[in-house]
Nanobody
């Protein structure tokens, strides 16, 4: 089992930046093909995929964050990041990281087996 712990959430004004981190409890996933992702869920809405990264570094983004958010990973620290710039009020949500084994990237909930508890991001206008 791999446990994921998110951090870095908080409150920011529109146009500002935040960087989220997600640290995995084990390195074991690094020895296999895997992909990780950030999802978000606003009150009353479904959880949606924001960005995904494959073990070889390939990335996928949902259209609403392209050019503003960047997903990256530091394998030496078992950590996934989400750099969020030019933030908008509509980015307000609980953000979750997720892990799945296998090739490719995915922004689909059903593809992921491991989830963190989430970190809240609030963007004020």
């Amino acid at each position: 089992q791999v446990q994921l712990v998110e951090s870095g959430g908080g409150s920011v004004q529109a146009g500002g930046s935040l960087r989220l981190s997600c640290t995995a409890s084990r390195k074991s996933y690094l020895y296999a093909y895997y992909h990780m992702a950030w999802f978000r869920q606003a009150p009353g809405q479904e959880r949606e995929g924001v960005a995904s990264i494959e073990s070889d570094g390939r990335q996928t983004y949902t259209d609403s964050v392209k050019g503003r958010f960047t997903i990256s990973q530091d394998n030496a620290k078992n950590t996934l990041f989400l750099q969020m710039n030019m933030m908008k009020p509509e980015d307000t949500a609980m953000y979750y990281c997720a892990l799945a084994y296998g090739r490719g990237t995915s922004l689909s909930l059903r593809d992921y087996n491991y989830w963190g508890q989430g970190t809240q991001v609030t963007v004020s206008s």
